[in-house]
């Protein structure tokens, strides 16, 4: 059984960065697709980055050019890099994988981690 563990949330200024990490286990890493989703009160959760078994990457709108998605295949685990941080970041940050190309949708997705809290005040 996957099993998706979040870690590195916290409080950040705005323009200041955070590295959120999510580490894998449970079955080979290297043929899964993980994604980083991120919920704010009141919202739905939305998709923010990917990163596919091939290392292929995609970023939402609001996320481009800011962070940066990563993964380590010998330990396991993916990273987001957050720079140039805002408040409208603030949310719950979701670590997601799929056994395939994933998406940008929830349903693309089987396992998921707890969730890690950013917070980023102005």
């Known amino acids: 059984q996957v099993q998706l563990v979040e870690s590195g949330g916290g409080l950040a200024q705005a323009g200041g960065s955070l590295r959120l990490s999510c580490a894998f286990s449970?079955?080979?890493?290297?043929?899964?697709?993980v994604a980083w989703f991120r919920q704010a009160p009141g919202k739905e959760r939305e998709f923010a980055t990917k990163?596919?078994?091939?290392?292929?990457?995609v970023y939402s709108d609001s996320v481009k050019g800011r962070f940066a998605i990563s993964r380590d295949n010998v330990k396991n685990m993916v990273y987001l890099q957050m720079n140039s941080l805002k408040p409208e970041d603030t949310a719950i940050y979701y670590c997601?994988?799929?056994?395939?190309?994933?998406?940008?949708?929830?349903?693309?997705?089987?396992?998921w981690g707890q969730g890690t809290q950013v917070t980023v005040s102005s």
């Open positions: 997601a994988a799929a056994g395939g190309p994933g998406g940008s949708v929830t349903r693309a997705y089987n396992y």
């Open positions: 449970g079955n080979r890493f290297e043929y899964y697709s």
């Open positions: 990163i596919s078994w091939t290392d292929d990457t």
